[in-house]
Structures are given as structure tokens and as C-alpha cells.
Antibody, heavy 117, light 109 residues
Framework: QVQLQESGPGLVKPSQTLSLTCTVS??????????WSWIRQHPGKGLEWIGY???????YYNPSLKSRVTISVDTSKNQFSLKLSSVTAADTAVYYC?????????WGRGTLVTVSS | EIVMTQSPATLSVSPGERATLSCRAS??????LAWYQQKPGQAPRLLIY???TRATGIPARFSGSGSGTEFTLTISSLQSEDFAVYYC???????????FGGGTKVEIK
């Protein structure tokens, strides 16, 4: 079955760029029909959608984060990635990758990213 | 921007009882509404989409209803594994801009 797995540094310094990758296994990103998404959850808080990408490269971002977010896809590696620039402590969160048809029907386990010097 | 409001923030229920969770959208989202369950330390799990369609493998005790701006998730007879936080999420328009509610924590009474 299709599985998603996030990877990347767990600690990022303020003002730097947070970079995460989601590897999709058991299925192809290029099969179409789904948007590949990043969602985050601040400690003890609710869920915040960051943005998503289609396998063709089309992207759509949360307007509140749009100026700092870049999501890209590498279909040859069956991966998609998140870059969030100019991070602050407010970006400390668990970051999830997810598959979105209409709802998010498949999620990675999440990875905690802490922004601290 | 569509704002999703969930109530109550916390619901105390005894095992075997019925739980009713509410979600309100600031404007109509038709039936483009999903419900998720999240347990501590785990990723959310999709329960309901299209306001009332159970996702694969979800027990029949979970049901969703509503359309437009008012939605309800009902758990007919709470099991021990159902104590968790529940989120609603709208996905109106296409491609959808996903907006989550603030969550309802269902705790043991």
C-alpha cells in the first residue's frame, strides 16, 4: 500500500531555511488524481495547511505562508519537498506530508522541526 | 477565507454513550467537508469525506451529516479507542484550499 515518509533536519536556526522531503512508496506520484501536500501542527495546537503540488509541478500555497514557501516535486525519485524560508520560533511544529484527493486520505507519520539557535 | 469553528472544545463522554461533535463554516462549503481523528503522537486519520461518506476501514459507529455551513460527526457508541481529538476540514473550490477547525477533544467522563 502507499506510504509517505518525511525526512529532514529536526533543528533549524532562526532566519535559515527549513527543508523537508516526503518519499512516497508503494505507488507513483505521477499516477495523477492527487495533490501532494504539506501540513503542520504547532505543539499542542491544531492543523495548518501549508500547500500542495501536483505531479506536473502546479503548486498552490496557503496565502498566509506563500511568501516563504516553495514546494517542488521529483517524479524520478517519487518525492516532493518543502522549503520554508526565514524561519522563526513560530515555525516550530510537527510537519506532515499527505496525499490529498479532496480530503487528505493518507498521511506520513510527521517530523518535528524545532527552530532554535 | 473560510473559517471553520468546532464545538465544543472538549466533550466528556462515558464509554458506550453517543458523542455529537459540531462544525460550522463561515460560508457554504456544500458537502466538501471531512472529519479526521488524531490520537496523541499520531498523524490524523481520515474518517469521513463528502460530509457523510466513511473512509476505507472506518467503523459504522462513525457517521457524518450536514451540508452548507452546519455539520455533525456522531459516534454512536464510544469505544475506548475513540477518545481522541477530532478535526473538521473544508475543501471547497478546486484545487481546494484546505482549512481545518480548531478541534474537539473527546475525553473519558
Amino acid at each position: 500500500q502507499v506510504q509517505l515518509q518525511e525526512s529532514g533536519p529536526g533543528l533549524v536556526k532562526p532566519s535559515q531555511t527549513l527543508s523537508l522531503t516526503c518519499t512516497v512508496s508503494g505507488g507513483s506520484i505521477s499516477s495523477g488524481g492527487y495533490y501532494w501536500s504539506w501540513i503542520r501542527q504547532h505543539p499542542g495546537k491544531g492543523l495548518e495547511w501549508i500547500g500542495y503540488i501536483y505531479y506536473s509541478g502546479s503548486t498552490y500555497y496557503n496565502p498566509s505562508l506563500k511568501s516563504r514557501v516553495t514546494i517542488s516535486v521529483d517524479t524520478s525519485k517519487n518525492q516532493f519537498s518543502l522549503k520554508l524560508s526565514s524561519v522563526t520560533a513560530a515555525d516550530t511544529a510537527v510537519y506532515y506530508c499527505a496525499r490529498v484527493g479532496a480530503a487528505a486520505d493518507l498521511w506520513g507519520r510527521g517530523t518535528l522541526v524545532t527552530v532554535s539557535s | 477565507e473560510i473559517v471553520m469553528t468546532q464545538s465544543p472544545a472538549t466533550l466528556s463522554v462515558s464509554p458506550g454513550e453517543r458523542a455529537t461533535l459540531s462544525c460550522r463554516a463561515s460560508q457554504s462549503v456544500s458537502s466538501n467537508l471531512a472529519w479526521y481523528q488524531q490520537k496523541p503522537g499520531q498523524a490524523p486519520r481520515l474518517l469521513i469525506y463528502g460530509a457523510s461518506t466513511r473512509a476505507t476501514g472506518i467503523p459504522a459507529r462513525f457517521s457524518g451529516s450536514g451540508s452548507g455551513t452546519e455539520f455533525t460527526l456522531t459516534i454512536s457508541s464510544l469505544q475506548s479507542e475513540d477518545f481522541a481529538v477530532y478535526y473538521c476540514q473544508q475543501y471547497n473550490n478546486w484545487p481546494p484550499e484546505l482549512t481545518f477547525g480548531g478541534g474537539t477533544k473527546v475525553e473519558i467522563k
